[in-house]
C-alpha cells in the first residue's frame, strides 16, 4: 500500500470513530430513575426506545451530539421534542427537559 493511500485510510478510521460513532451503541442502555419513574432504555438500530414504568409511554430518542460536554438525547417531534441531556459521556447523570421546559433529574440505576 502507498504512504499516500495509508494516511488516508487512517484519516478514514479516525473520523469514522470520533466523528461519526462517538457512543457505543451500549453506552445509552439499562434502567434510569427519571424523576419518580423507572425508564428501561434499549438501542434499537440507530435510535433508543424509552419506556417509562408509571407513564406507560414509549418513545424513540436519537443521539444529537454534544454541548459544552453534555451528551444529548432529543426524540423527532419538532417543538413538542423532548431531550436527556447528560452531564458528560459516561451518561450517568443528568436532566430530562420535557414539553413546555419542565424539568426532572436523571440518574442511572
Known sequence: M????TFYSISVVFF???GVLPLR????EGIYKVGNDDCRVKP???AFEVFCKK???????FYQGEENNNVIFKTDD???STRFIFDDSSLKSGVFIGIGGSSL???KK
Open 16 to 18: 469514522l470513530m470520533f
Open 55 to 61: 407513564t406507560k409511554k414509549k418513545e424513540i430518542y
Open 44 to 46: 434499537i438500530r440507530m
Open 78 to 80: 419538532g417543538d413538542l
Open 105 to 107: 433529574k436523571v440518574k
Open 2 to 5: 502507498k504512504p499516500q493511500s
Open 25 to 28: 451503541s451500549d453506552d445509552f
